[in-house]
């Protein structure tokens, strides 16, 4: 007799452990949630201000004056090929550090220029 009242003790320890380890891992799983929330509303920052940079800042052709860069291309680290407008000619430039050489004048217009976008 003496020896079911252990087995019953050891078992209702064994129950009361694995009854406060459930409450553990209850709440793991409501912080594992809280945790995934989080996650999402800061990877959707991130998403949000690279698009407002993109929308607020001028990236990518820029114009000034009578001149506009059609297009650019990098042929090298630090070495890129670019269409330019000035006025009705474009010409085909290369650029690298300390160097920029007009490659080609072209005749008629290869590329049509961007009409500017319309800020609302």
Known sequence: MAE????????RQGAESAAGQGAIFAGGSDAMLQTAIWLLVIVGLILLLAWAVRR????????????????????GNRERIALVQVGDKQLLIGVAPG????LHVFDENVLEAPTARKTP
């Open 56 to 75: 607020f800042t001028n990236i990518g052709p820029r114009s000034v004056g009578g001149m506009r860069v059609l297009s650019a291309l990098p042929v």
């Open 99 to 102: 160097h920029v050489s007009t």
């Open 4 to 11: 079911s009242s252990a087995t019953a003790d050891a078992a």
